[in-house]
């Protein structure tokens, strides 16, 4: 299961991701979500890098360590083994990825 969550500016990158990850991938897709609710708000902020893409994924879950590598070579990537219970509560699946957009993310080819 893949999660993407981002600001307004790169929503629209997000959800070329997002649309991709559910195509390539075969995993069940969520996000990312326009909206006013204050606490979609706070997780989409809340410990936001600007320019870089934090790829939550538990330390042990090889798979998602092989999809990092592969997105990484596409877009700047940040690790985070920090998995918070309320993305995942109350029963988490074996594969769990939470893809937390930065503002004004880019492709490594757009970087200059």
């Not at 390539?24 to 996000?31: A, D, I, L, W």
């Not at 994924?57 to 360590?65: V, Y």
């Not at 920090?82 to 594969?95: E, N, Y």
Request: glycine share 6%.
């Amino acid at each position: 299961m893949i999660k993407v969550t981002a600001p307004k500016e790169t929503l629209g990158l997000a959800s070329v991701v997002a649309q991709f990850s559910n195509s390539v991938s075969g995993c069940t897709t969520f996000g990312p979500m326009e909206s006013s609710n204050p606490d979609v708000e706070a997780e989409t902020m809340e410990g936001m890098v600007p320019y870089v893409i934090i790829f939550h994924a538990a330390r042990e879950d090889s798979s998602a360590g092989v999809l990092f590598v592969e997105l990484n070579n596409q877009i700047q990537t940040r690790r985070s083994y920090k998995m918070s219970a309320k993305l995942i509560a109350p029963k988490p699946p074996k594969h769990f990825i939470w893809l937390q957009f930065g503002s004004q993310s880019k492709w490594n080819s757009e970087i200059k």
